[in-house]
């Protein structure tokens, strides 16, 4: 199962939403799509979930395309919008039975389909309670199964994590990597970008409209700085480690902490290589050196502006 | 062992239940969980329990006359069609505010949900509610035939009637729910809607009373009750589909079904005036209908500048291949140029309908008014015509930054000042006083309202006949470009706007 978004664009009039995006993605992948307010990624979203149409491009769901086959698109994808579920007078069980109803499971199967999402999502022991007294996680979890009772291959996601407490947000993760181990190609919005990091495989910077970077995040986290950052210890001699490597054309940073030496090396991983086998060959005893990798948020500040339309 | 344990074993409840629309299921589900919908049978049962108990106590000697139970019905009926009225609208309507709010509707339409049905759920789900609240009240009713004055078929036609009007105003109130406009201008229509209602309501009670006296053995209660059916049936359907129309995604073709209905109704109710008119020898069902349609027509090309330009990709992919099927596409497939060009062409058919049955049946009643109302009626339409294709050039040309949806602003800010700025520099510069005497009509000349004044019909006409030649042969060019992309969008409708895919892919491995 592969989806692709090709050459997307979605203009408001002058304003230009989506302006040519292209990434692509595969099953048992989840892939983080980052970006500031207005940036395009509830409009591609939105697109890819058949909501909207563009104005080029398009959206391939395993060849089906979002935009001129949507009803077959349909039942590939789920999509779990930034709103929460507000019906009134309506239990867990009643809203999630009328979905399943309304994707065309009929009878027995749609009975255990059903039953089986609430197990899936942890929702079995609050069926019976109305939508409208559910927590924001609660909801959230309601909102998933929804996506899930027609057994989409493709998940879209948009913002799940927002207003959630901690134990929402782990439990929702740890939904996702089952997901995910499932098979399923999973795309999804967050400004939480330290949480995205620890669940995403892949992901995709976008900003006006435009992607600035996309690729898989252990990728992201090293290409997108054109330095590193190295902790080292070594037995015995960090004065002799700290002034060596002060002395050192390409670091341009050194701090001595405690134990520990941290640099910052001007090059990528070679360069990292190149220090370590100096450090050695100087005979200095390295104990640990470790590369501290630049999060995704640092990332993030880097290659946005925190431009909107 | 329960009733629903019973249906469970024996299967039933799966083969019934998967049939009902899941939506009616929904609604049906919310409503008996909701206080609102209890308290309001409640109420209405306690108002209708205390009403005939007070009428009969306070009757005295006249409970024994001949009209008691006539009078006493149609107290009950002013009641529950009081509450009918409100209460179905309101809850439907605000529940469905409610909803359209978030993206609940959204989320229907990536479901195997059509549209229609979400929409025919809605509807039918008020519908049972309705009959509940009046078979609820059935036994009040049913039990003033016994003080008697009223027989029980003319019970039964009249609820029948009042329930088929608190179903026509359950479907207005859905399509002012979605009416995609912000909460304090829905607000406004909502009211404007209860307004609408309560003459509705008065219609309908005043309507019952009258057919109830007369009883309903005469001819002229049956062409009312028939006269009226029709009418109500037509406002149904067309509220129906245009509610339809406003919940299906902005990239379907939305202008489709509401213009097939109302091009269905007006050809089928055309040929039963004909008929009626041939039996009749009267010309005046004609003559209903002529102004209702052109009533009809004239609001669709607002409507019509109003819609998308160019048809998008899921509307082009559904064009038919076949020229003639292509061809009568174009008239009723969503697109400014396709809706104008189908409003123009109905105004001008039905004019035709009736300039044809005026030569046709020239001997027959009714026969001047035709002309009349035809004369009338052209050249409002033909007015509707000037203000709005003007507004669509001045959008295309003048105003492009705003969006094609609000064309119809700019053609009603232009019909307001047309209708109204002659007129007001006539009587500020001209005339202070006798404004209303026919002398000073020419003054009337924008207004398309203004044709009783038959004394400057030429006038009228002059003007709007000229304006109209110049804004077609302006408009032309953008017309036949989009016939042009229509045509083509047919034959290379597939793939457009598909390429590779990008670098930029993010491969399992990698991750």
Partial sequence: ?309 | MTAESILKESGARGGFGDRINPIVVKELRQAVQSRFVIATLLTLLSIQIVAIGIYILASGASLFGFDAGRQAFLMLFSILQSIGMIFAPLYTGARLVAERSDTNVDLLFITTIKPRSIIAGKMFAAMTLTALIYSACMPFMTFTYFLRGIDLPSIFISLGVGFVVVIACVQAAVFVALIPVGRALKVIFGLVALIVFGVAYFVTVFGVSDLVARGFVTRVSWQLVVFFGVLVVFLIGLFFVMSVALIMPVASNRALPVRLFITAAWLSTGVAALINISIEKDQRVLIAWLVAFEIVFAMAIFVAVSERDRPGRRVLRSIPRSPLGRALAFFFFSGAANGLAWASVMVVLTLGVAVACVELFSTHRNTNDLIDSAKWMGGMCLYFFCYATTGALLRRRLFSRVGTELTWLIGAILLAVGSLAPFLTGYIVFFHDQWWSEDFGAWWVGNPFAWGNKGHRVLYASVSGVWAVHVAAMSLPWFFKRCEDFQTGATCRKGGGTGSVSDLSIDQEAS
């Fill in chain 1, 1 to 309: 199962m592969n989806v692709e978004i090709v050459n997307l664009r979605k203009h408001f009039g002058a304003t230009r939403a989506v302006d040519d995006v292209s990434f692509a993605f595969s099953s048992g992948q989840i892939v983080g799509f980052v970006g500031p307010n207005g940036a395009g990624k509830t409009t591609t979203m939105r697109i890819l979930a058949t909501l909207d149409e563009p104005t080029a491009g398009d959206a391939l769901i395993d060849g089906v395309s979002a935009v001129e086959e949507p009803e077959s698109a349909r039942q590939l994808v789920g999509y779990v919008p930034d709103s929460l579920p507000t019906h009134r007078d309506m239990s867990v069980h009643e809203y999630l039975d009328f979905f399943a109803r309304a994707y065309g499971l009929k009878g027995a199967r749609r009975e255990k389909v059903v039953e089986g999402v609430e197990e899936f999502t942890g929702l079995t022991e609050i069926r019976d309670k109305m939508l409208v007294a559910l927590s924001k996680g609660m909801k959230q979890r309601v909102s998933l199964a929804r996506a899930l009772l027609h057994d989409p291959q493709v998940l879209i996601m948009d913002e799940p994590a927002a207003g959630l407490d901690p134990r929402a947000r782990i439990e929702l993760r740890e939904l996702l990597r089952a997901l995910s181990s499932q098979g399923k190609a999973i795309l999804i919005s967050s400004h939480i970008l330290t949480e995205l990091a620890e669940i995403c495989h892949a992901a995709v910077i976008i900003e006006r409209g435009t992607v600035l970077m996309a690729g898989a995040i252990g990728d992201l986290l090293t290409d997108g700085a054109s330095r590193r950052t190295v902790l080292i210890r070594a037995l015995g001699g960090q004065e002799t480690l700290y002034r060596e490597l002060l002395e050192t054309p390409r670091i341009r940073k050194v701090n001595l902490a405690g134990e520990e030496v941290v640099a910052e090396i001007d090059g990528d991983d070679q360069a990292c290589c190149e220090l370590l086998a100096e450090l050695v060959s100087h005979g200095h005893r390295v104990v640990e050196f470790k590369q501290q990798r630049a999060n995704l948020e640092e990332i993030f500040m880097t290659v946005t502006k925190g431009e909107t339309q």
